[in-house]
């Protein structure tokens, strides 16, 4: 297939949707977790789960970068802002994520912080070199496909020779958070027992599909690296589907038009040249993973804002009526929380998931499936 209509043909979905009812063991679950919340957002706006076999489970996992990132980093940068009067630069996404006291960077800049939504990090580095009375940090989130331009950005900032420029860096590791979801599952009376992983596709056309070798030759786990079209979705689905009825445990990559076995060597070179793997992390909903993030390298100590600013590390508890972190552990969907498409929606939201585009919450109510949640309840 060339264009992406052909991707999304109704007729072929049909027949791999059939495909899969024919091959699905009524008689066994298949519990699949999707780590790539582009993925989630591909079975909610698709309507591709009215369309799965009962005996096959989609289950939801930490995909979203700005649902994981816990509210004491919020705080932090927010404290930046206030408190450290620095122009403080981030992504859209990150920008409304709730934090203590019904906080948000958003709502910072009611308060006095100078606060600046931008596209690029290259953005922040422009600012800086316009600014040059005033500090300017980029609140760096993402997974590995956002990390190498980060790496960008602080290179261009020391060739440029900026003294006001820094990043507060707070990129994670997809495979670390696999790997913590299935070595901590045994201690979760909640968490489903998985047969299989979605592997998650911006971050693979970075890192590539070996580092996923380690789950199928380790934990005897299939893992197939799929595309974000639903007919990307549906085949891979069946290739696991396929793999757990052989017996088979192996990385397979459906997303072969845009992901290799080792990725962007040159992606890959950037972000070691800059960042080194912090001993421990705390992600939102999993706790604190090690080896899970990363952190500005000692040569580039200069751009980095937690020593320049002397950062102290802030941990705040989740707000309690939240399911948010149930929802990235895989243990709820987000019918499961009283406060899903009440109190808490794209509006106005609670917790992280219902903010971004990426997030699980906002992903069922933006596609309606909050409306058959609504026709459940009300039955």
């Not at 997809?174 to 201690?187: Q, R, S, V």
């Not at 989740?318 to 929380?337: F, M, T």
């Not at 509006?347 to 459940?376: D, F, K, L, N, W």
Request: proline share 7%.
């Amino acid at each position: 297939m060339k264009y992406v209509d052909e991707y999304r043909s109704g007729e072929t979905a049909k027949g791999i949707a059939a495909r899969i009812r024919e091959e699905a063991d009524p008689k066994r679950e298949y519990r699949f977790m999707e780590f790539c919340g582009g993925h989630t957002h591909v079975l909610s706006r698709w309507g591709l789960g009215d369309i799965l076999p009962e005996s096959i489970r989609m289950i939801h996992g930490p995909g979203c970068p700005v649902c994981v990132m816990p509210i004491g980093r919020i705080d932090m940068a927010m404290n930046l802002a206030l408190n450290e009067h620095v122009i403080l630069c981030t992504y859209a996404d990150a920008m409304r994520v709730p934090a203590s006291k019904g906080r948000s960077l958003f709502k910072c800049r009611a308060e006095g912080g100078d606060v600046r939504m931008i596209y690029s990090p290259m953005d922040a580095v422009k600012i800086a070199r316009e600014n040059p009375d005033r500090q300017v940090v980029f609140f760096a989130i993402g997974f590995e496909t956002t990390t190498p331009p980060t790496a960008a950005a602080i290179l261009a900032a020391k060739r440029l020779g900026l003294k006001n420029f820094s990043v507060f860096c707070c990129h994670v590791l997809t495979p670390a958070a696999m790997e913590h979801i299935l070595l901590t599952a045994p201690d979760r009376p909640d968490a489903p027992k998985l047969n299989g992983l979605v592997g998650p596709a911006h971050v693979s056309t970075v890192i590539g599909w070996k580092p996923y070798e380690h789950f199928a030759r380790d934990w005897k786990i299939p893992v197939v690296v799929c595309g974000f079209e639903p007919l990307d979705m549906l085949y891979s689905i069946l290739m696991l589907v396929r793999q757990v009825n052989d017996g088979r445990s192996e990385v397979e990559n459906e997303f072969i038009r845009a992901v290799t076995e080792n990725g962007s060597r040159k992606a890959v070179e950037l972000m070691a040249q800059v960042f080194e793997p912090r001993e421990s992390f705390e992600w939102r909903g999993l706790g604190t993973v090690p080896k899970s993030a990363l952190r500005i390298r000692p040569e580039y100590a200069e751009f980095d804002a937690e020593k320049r600013f002397s950062m102290p590390e802030i941990r705040v508890a989740d707000n309690k009526a939240c399911e948010c972190g149930a929802i990235l552990r895989g243990e709820k969907e987000p019918k499961d929380c009283r406060l899903f498409g009440t109190v808490c929606t794209p509006a106005h939201p609670i917790g992280a998931c219902m903010v971004s585009s990426e997030g699980a919450c906002a992903a069922y109510y933006s596609y309606g499936r909050h409306s058959t949640i609504e026709i459940q309840k009300n039955a």
